[in-house]
């Protein structure tokens, strides 16, 4: 019976796979930026960034960028840099790192990978399964407080 059950919960989860780009280390010059292409030629995906500058006391700027020239994620100016976005579709995005420094240049290491099969709730929706979990939680709790309640004699 248990294998049955994990078996009907993997047809339901689906397949997902992970595609991990290899991390590099690049020397970024003063004011200038380094970027990498991401094509997704069959399915969106998620794209998990993570960017540590190994310069100390340096910071730098990371944007996702869709071609043309449409920033569509960036960061703040950080030491670490770490974010993940669901790309909206298929295309050719560009992750670009942006030395902010104007005096020295700048070691970032750079690691990133794309999931597929993984569906984003829209932020409307996240907001109303925390309310109905709430919810359902208040009500089993006053549920079992009115149950329990002639029993401990308050």
């Not at 397949?15 to 970024?28: I, M």
């Not at 380094?34 to 998620?46: M, N, S």
């Not at 020295?104 to 109303?128: C, D, K, M, N, Y």
């Amino acid at each position: 019976m248990t294998l049955a059950a994990l078996a009907l919960l993997l047809l339901v989860v689906g397949p997902r796979s992970r595609v991990d780009l290899p991390a590099e280390v690049w020397l970024v010059p003063p004011g200038e930026s380094r970027r990498f292409d991401v094509a997704l030629k069959q399915k969106a995906g998620v794209l998990y960034l993570n960017c540590r500058v190994l310069t100390p006391q340096a910071k730098v700027r990371v944007a996702v960028i869709r071609k043309p020239s449409q920033i569509i994620a960036q960061t703040t100016v950080e030491h670490v840099a770490s974010f993940r976005y669901a790309l909206p579709g298929l295309g050719i995005y560009t992750v670009q790192v942006r030395n902010e420094e104007q005096r020295r240049e700048v070691r970032v290491q750079v690691t990133a990978s794309i999931a597929f099969g993984i569906r984003e709730l829209s932020p409307a929706r996240r907001t109303l399964v925390v309310v109905l979990s709430l919810a359902t939680f208040a009500l089993l709790a006053c549920f079992a407080w009115r149950r329990l309640r002639g029993a401990i004699r308050l």
